[in-house]
């Protein structure tokens, strides 16, 4: 078999060189059969089949032994069956005469065509994903739980990090409506930045229910954010992180290096500038030798950075809308009014634990 350099000389010489078939043949000593193969693979392909092999002792059985392979996803995972026992299974109960060995080779192969893929993940620009972390904090002279919202820009790795007293459906909104003002800021002051789409987990925040298509069936408030800035949502699939993976490292890179210290602050207004102080500087530092005020300034000034070219890509996607704020159910005014309560319950009973009134449920 001929080996790769000799594929590389070959395919160099026909297809840089714009040497003929025949020609390489003759340089390189070889038959002009395989020279036509060398075009149609960049290495050796070795053997292949042309059909499955023959198993005469084991074909009467697949059926059995797939539907053994099948039945065990409906039990727990520590009683499935083992090679060894499938086999003796198929000998004592169906008079299978064959071998352990071709029996597990059998198996192997459907065990390894049943794992999940993974594929290398690459992000269009204007696409976002968001979701909630959790840490402790200092607020008002009290350690209290609080939940951050994360926005991650996964093209650019921009980021926008917003706290809360509690994961509710007031904070998921207006971590939005302050993530969209923070990126705009980024590309024109008094503009919204909003990306194409949005990657989110299923919570019920944004998820009422997931029909049996897979298909969701969003939250009426959801709905009306959506509504309000025009971008599309998309969701991964139930208990997979890592479908999400850009933001769920975001809310580990918040905790590691915005939470600790614990943060020590007066109230959750002075936290949160922190925290937007923290994103500016983190996207300024990482990736750009001095900081900038706008992206719009970033952007006629035709800085060679990475980021900002990414983050040019970013915006440049759809068009910098709305010009106003949305206003859902006086979010504002509701936030204001838990932060207010949690402080005053939590300065009460510090193991009290957070409840939204049940007004407030969407």
Not at 142 to 168: G, W
Not at 219 to 224: H, K, L, M, P
Not at 253 to 265: E, L
């Amino acid at each position: 078999m001929l080996d790769v350099d000799t594929y590389l000389k070959v395919r160099t010489a026909v297809q840089i060189e714009g040497l003929s078939q025949r020609a390489a043949a003759r340089r390189f000593g070889i038959d002009p059969r395989t020279v036509a193969k060398m075009m149609s693979f960049s290495v050796p392909p070795g053997y292949v089949r042309s059909k499955p092999p023959v198993r005469p002792k084991l074909d009467a059985f697949v059926g059995i032994l797939d539907k053994i392979l099948a039945d065990d996803k409906s039990v727990h995972r520590k009683q499935h069956h083992t090679s060894k026992r499938i086999f003796e299974r198929l000998r004592d109960e169906h008079g299978f005469t064959g071998g352990i060995t071709i029996v597990k080779d059998y198996v192997a192969g459907v065990q390894q065509r049943a794992q999940e893929m993974f594929v290398p993940l690459v992000h269009p620009p204007g696409h976002a994903q968001a979701d909630f972390g959790e840490a402790v904090a200092f607020i008002g002279g009290v350690e209290q739980k609080i939940h951050y919202f994360a926005f991650d820009l996964a093209h650019s790795d921009a980021n926008f990090v917003v706290a809360y007293p509690a994961e509710t459906t007031e904070a998921f909104c207006d971590g939005h409506v302050q993530a969209f003002a923070f990126f705009g800021a980024l590309a024109e002051p008094g503009k919204a930045g909003v990306p194409k789409s949005i990657l989110y987990d299923n919570t019920k925040i944004a998820v009422a229910k997931i029909l049996g298509d897979g298909k969701r069936q969003r939250t009426r408030v959801f709905t009306e954010l959506q509504s309000h800035y025009l971008f599309q949502d998309r969701f991964g699939r139930p208990a997979k992180g890592n479908d999400k993976g850009k933001v769920e490292g975001l809310v580990g890179y918040a905790r590691r290096n915005f939470m600790v210290p614990v943060p020590v602050f007066a109230d959750f207004a002075t936290l949160n500038a922190d925290l937007a102080d923290r994103c500016r500087k983190r996207i300024a530092d990482w990736k750009l030798p001095e900081e900038f005020a706008t992206l719009r300034r970033l952007l006629e000034a035709r800085m060679s950075g990475c980021w900002g070219r990414r983050a040019s890509r970013d915006w440049s996607t759809r068009p910098v809308l709305p010009d106003r704020s949305l206003e859902l159910l006086d979010v504002r005014a509701r936030l204001t009014s838990m932060q207010r309560a949690a402080s005053c319950l939590w300065r009460a009973s510090p193991q009290a634990k957070l409840t939204m009134p049940t007004g407030w449920a969407i």
